[in-house]
């Protein structure tokens, strides 16, 4: 049969065997062509480049949506890494992290970072695209892709490679003579990828991404020091453990020389909540410390552990839950499809709550209310609380760092803690791991173990968490006194085997397919760590139990 069927966005089309998605594109001229950067072949996520052999059903992914923004930062990220490649310089580029809609690079050259030199490579980028290269995929038995990258002196690769099953099949991408591993889709050629900005930021530089709201507008360069500033104190945690990848830690993982990578990863977090502790004490007039960070960064393990360090600073805090300030249900401000939108702020009886606080801040007994979730309405509780000059209150909650919460409370008698879970390790040094993704599957285990949730429910609700943490978390990162890096270098070797079962049970037909069949070839290129080597007091114990 020379002919197979395919629906594109709804519409019907009979087309010849083995055409790709981008000749048919071309061919119809269907309207997201230019700006349509990957697609999904029953629920599959695949390059334009995809040859389509049998009767599918296709989607395709724009910038509007999460899949497609993600191919198209991939891509430019691979382009980057093209153009330093064909301009020859003594350099080597080492992708690190993201920071707001832009990623950090370092760059080890024998010039320092500047900004004609980032326009130089920026102008070489830009003509690279033009010329409109093609972006080409072929497969390598692991062997073979080994033998390739040790030519060219990728160490990073061929240290990633050694620990793959060796009957495993490899894709490598190609642009002119540059290579590098398929990690995901990338754009069918370089002419898709028109919008990027390189800026210098501390001693390396930042590739900024198009607005996603605004696309095709740059978004603007956010000056993130205090997120920049953990970021680079995790980076030298990986130098202290001598693990800066993924191949690495996999090293650590075969050799069984991996437990002594846990116990000084265990033992800087605890040297770190001490030091919050410590500096907590030394401000005499703290007496509300507020803790807030996104879903699954570790808010109760660290919120425990920063009690006891406070104990041993001869203070005495008392939890205080933000769960029983909430405003009767039926008041409650409202998403616009009607749905009850309780992440919000003004969910929140804020006067009472201030009230409260000011109250036990001057040594008075207060009644503490209760918020029945049950019935929807706050109730009378009977119990009463009075703080003492050795005491402070803690308060954990997604709007800790937001001033509206605590608007009452003098700024010198706060003290606001961000934690987040900040990957501290790249895939290899053109390729880092998402931090959102490293969260996301914290959550699918946590919500397995302790809430009967599937991974899928729990994929389906994240767009929605995520929404949240960019209206009412991520904009008042930068207000926090100090921020906690939950991230456990180990983490994901731990979880691998926790997590692939669930992310397997998610069926093709799904919407959620695509993100589960992304999660699972990323964590395929970890090694294994067994959950018994995990201490009882790490935070990792949160979500495994």
């Not at 008392?318 to 749905?339: A, E, F, H, W």
Request: net charge neutral; aromatic share 10%.
């Amino acid at each position: 049969m020379n002919k197979v069927t395919v629906k594109i966005n709804g519409k019907v089309e009979s087309i010849p065997k083995y055409t790709t998605i981008l000749e048919l594109l071309e061919e119809q001229g269907i309207k997201y062509f230019p700006h349509c950067y990957a697609a999904l072949v029953n629920n599959e996520l695949v390059s334009l480049s995809y040859v389509l052999h049998a009767d599918v059903e296709i989607k395709l992914l724009d910038y509007t949506h999460t899949l497609g923004v993600s191919v198209y930062k991939r891509s430019v990220s691979f382009l980057l890494a093209r153009a330093l490649f064909e301009m020859q310089r003594n350099t080597r580029l080492a992708i690190n992290h993201s920071m707001g809609n832009a990623c950090y690079y370092d760059l080890f050259t024998d010039a320092p970072v500047t900004d004609e030199l980032l326009s130089n490579i920026e102008n070489k980028m830009n003509e690279i695209a033009r010329r409109n290269e093609p972006i080409k995929r072929k497969t390598f038995t692991v062997e073979k892709a080994k033998a390739f990258f040790t030519q060219r002196a990728y160490t990073d690769k061929v240290r990633l490679l050694e620990h793959m099953n060796k009957d495993d099949k490899v894709g490598i991408y190609s642009c002119g003579k540059f290579y590098d591993l398929d990690y995901g889709p990338l754009v069918a050629s370089t002419g898709f990828i028109t919008h990027f900005e390189l800026k210098t930021y501390g001693q390396g530089f930042l590739l900024l991404f198009p607005n996603e709201q605004h696309f095709p507008q740059i978004a603007e360069l956010q000056d993130m020091p205090k997120v920049f500033h953990v970021f680079q104190e995790s980076k030298r945690w990986g130098k202290i453990l001598q693990v800066n990848n993924v191949g690495k830690l996999n090293e650590f993982i075969v050799k069984d020389d991996y437990r002594e990578l846990i116990y000084i990863s265990e033992a800087l977090h605890e040297k770190k909540i001490a030091e919050i502790a410590d500096n907590i004490a030394e401000h005499k007039n703290t007496k509300l410390v507020l803790i807030a960070g996104p879903s699954s960064s570790g808010k109760t393990t660290f919120s425990q552990w920063l009690r006891i360090h406070l104990r041993v600073n001869g203070l005495r805090p008392v939890v205080l839950s933000l769960d029983n300030y909430y405003i009767d249900r039926d008041k409650s401000p409202r998403n616009p499809d009607g749905s009850y939108n309780f992440e919000a702020i003004e969910c929140l009886d804020l006067e009472f709550f201030n009230a409260n606080v000011i109250d036990l801040l001057k040594g008075k007994e207060v009644e503490l209310p209760k918020y029945s979730f049950k019935e929807g309405r706050r109730k009378s509780n009977g119990t009463k609380l009075r703080i003492f000059e050795d005491q402070l209150l803690i308060v954990e909650g997604i709007h800790g760092l937001n001033e509206k919460l605590t608007f009452a409370v003098p700024a010198e008698a706060k003290y606001k803690i961000f934690i987040s879970a900040l990957t501290q390790i790249t895939i290899d040094d053109h390729n880092r791991i998402s931090t959102t993704d490293s969260r996301l599957i914290r959550r699918i285990v946590r919500d397995h173990q302790f809430r009967a949730y599937s991974a899928q429910n729990t994929i389906k609700a994240w767009p929605s968490v995520r929404r949240g943490e960019e209206l009412y978390i991520f904009p008042f990162q930068e207000e926090a006194d100090i921020m906690f890096n939950s991230a456990l270098l180990y983490e994901l070797a731990v979880l691998k085997p926790y997590v692939l079962p669930l992310l397997a049970e998610i069926k093709q037909e799904s919407d959620e397919y695509s993100h589960a069949k992304r999660l699972m070839d990323f964590l395929k290129l970890f090694k294994d760590i067994p959950s018994d080597e995990v201490p009882n007091t790490s935070l990792l114990k949160e979500f495994i139990g």
